[in-house]
């Protein structure tokens, strides 16, 4: 047990550390997960109206690809609905809370040396990774407990509620044993992570594709073995023993690979760079564009693809408001519009949402760059703050307009397939546009937060929480529309259900530019963080 001394300090330290982060993930994701649950039953009140649902959405191959098999579809009810509409994307937001504290605690500290401040002292050479594994999958119990509570509390039933919970916290685990695997692979923190999120859009993939066709290939993802338990539909408890079977494996084999390395290197050595930059690299806007061109791409296929599965079941709008008149207010709340066009304004809505955090964390790269040190160099040369701070904004912006234009397009297209229009393409892409400079105002926040301190700048998450919480859950909660305004996206034009009005729009603009132009002044009147 030599190898894991000092683990009981090395977890207190972890959890000192993530005192503020791990509450944000928990309440984040607890908070959205049962708000979920508890908008279902209004909407689908009785059993004629839970069964509309399973026959519209049963036989969708782009919705068993997105949501999932459809367990108990063949005999609905309102747990089946919570499956289909919230499990996919729970484990998935699992897996990235994992993905992302694994790697905090194990490669991220690597990479900032303080692995070998620690191991200075008498510490085991796998307590580092044994700490964060035990912190994340403490994290993902908690998780679990209080999706499982909480289902509970809103009439759900109890045997179905207990599994679905701990199919969270199985995926959680999976991916934490992952994430520990991955950070003795590479040998960088963003290589880390980039092989971990290779290892989650593999787990997807493989799963869609077992569910669309039926075949065996679902039992290869951590996400099918989540699904397997068939919550609210003959539950069973044995696909949950495969997810722990694998954590415990693929944790043993972080340990084995830890032994084979060197600290602060990886197994896989990193590919050399060429011998010379290209001119356009060193200045400073092409090195923000080298250094966020990844997620940049990465966001805008995203987006379209979500995008795509959105539009793919426009058609079937009308049928399925229609048969469920309650729906229909939830979704809409307008009067007089077309409910095809209410539905997309929704959507629209969801995807600026899921736009902002690229916003969000285009911008805190900023604060990456200078808590790490590298913005040192780069600013001792012949480049103001200014323009060093300048360059990684115009990434942000523009960024932003491609992720929700790219979104905008994913929706106009799957759309135009199965409507047969293509001039739907042009008209949702604008649409879609509408939501920029809400989602502006969102990275305005972070910007003037960054600029009064580096340690303010993680509170921009709270603001997208705070938005997303106003926009799903405003109505469901009663909150008072003084309240409710806080959100950027609440003031926006109901776009294509409604006309387009530009005055809200102008506000907006301007109100994010006078943030951004508010941090920047901050910015260059601060000190640069010492590493």
Do not use: K
Not at 168 to 182: D, E, K, N
Not at 210 to 227: F, K, N, Y
Not at 311 to 324: C, F, K, L, R, W
């Amino acid at each position: 047990m030599r190898t894991l001394a000092g683990l009981g300090r090395l977890v207190r330290l972890a959890l000192r550390r993530d005192r503020f982060r791990l509450p944000v993930w928990l309440v984040a994701l607890g908070g959205t997960i049962v708000g979920s649950a508890a908008s279902l039953p209004p909407v689908y009140p009785d059993q004629e109206a839970i069964d509309t649902y399973a026959s519209l959405f049963g036989d969708n191959p782009a919705l068993v690809a997105f949501a999932g098999p459809g367990h108990g579809f063949d005999d609905p009810n309102i747990g089946v609905i919570l499956v289909n509409e919230v499990q996919l994307w729970t484990c998935i937001g699992v897996a990235l809370m994992s993905i992302f504290l694994v790697n905090r605690h194990t490669r991220q500290e690597e990479d900032e040396e303080r692995t070998e401040v620690v191991r200075a002292n008498p510490v085991g050479r796998h307590a580092p990774t044994a700490a964060a594994v035990l912190v994340v999958a403490a994290a993902n119990v908690v998780l679990a407990a209080v999706c499982g509570v909480g289902f509970v509390a809103l009439d759900y039933p109890v045997v179905g509620s207990l599994v679905l919970a701990a199919s969270f916290a199985a995926c959680g685990l999976a991916f934490t044993g992952i994430a520990a695997v991955t950070a003795q692979l590479a040998s960088t923190s963003r290589a880390s992570l980039a092989f971990s999120s290779v290892a989650l859009g593999a787990a997807f993939t493989l799963r869609a594709i077992g569910d669309i066709s039926g075949s065996w290939h679902r039992w290869l993802s951590p996400i099918g073995w989540s699904q397997g338990v068939r919550a609210f539909a003959d539950e069973r408890w044995w696909p949950l023993a495969i997810a722990v079977a694998f954590t415990f494996a693929a944790v043993a084999g972080a340990f084995w690979l830890s032994t084979r390395r060197d600290l602060g290197s990886g197994i896989l050595a990193p590919r050399p760079g060429p011998a010379r930059a290209p001119r356009w690299a060193i200045r400073p806007e092409g090195l923000a564009l080298r250094l966020q061109r990844g997620p940049l791409v990465a966001w805008m296929l995203g987006l379209f693809t979500i995008g795509a599965l959105y539009g793919s079941i426009g058609q079937d709008v009308d049928e399925m408001i229609e048969e469920n008149p309650t729906l229909a207010e939830f979704l809409a709340q307008l009067e007089g519009v077309d409910l095809a066009d209410a539905y997309f304004a929704t959507t629209l809505v969801l995807q600026g949402l899921l736009a902002a955090g690229f916003t969000i964390s285009s911008v805190m790269r900023l604060r990456g760059e200078e808590v790490a040190g590298r913005a040192d160099p780069v600013l001792g040369g012949p480049v103001s703050r200014w323009r060093w701070a300048a360059s990684h904004l115009a990434i942000a912006g523009f960024g932003t307009i491609a992720v929700v234009g790219a979104g905008g397009l994913g929706v106009g297209v799957a759309y135009a397939i199965v409507s047969g229009d293509a001039g739907e393409v042009v008209r949702l892409v604008g649409a879609s546009l509408v939501t920029v400079p809400a989602v502006l105002v969102l990275g305005g926040i972070a910007v003037a937060l960054y600029g009064a301190s580096p340690r303010l700048a993680a509170v921009a998450w709270a603001g997208l929480a705070a938005a997303v919480l106003v926009e799903f859950f405003g109505e469901l909660l009663r909150l008072p529309g003084w309240l409710r305004a806080i959100s950027p996206l609440y003031h926006l034009p109901g776009v294509p259900a409604e006309a387009l009005r530009p005055a809200p729009l102008l506000v907006l603009s301007a109100l994010a530019v006078a943030l951004v132009a508010g941090g920047l002044a901050s910015f260059r009147r601060r000190d640069i963080a010492v590493r």
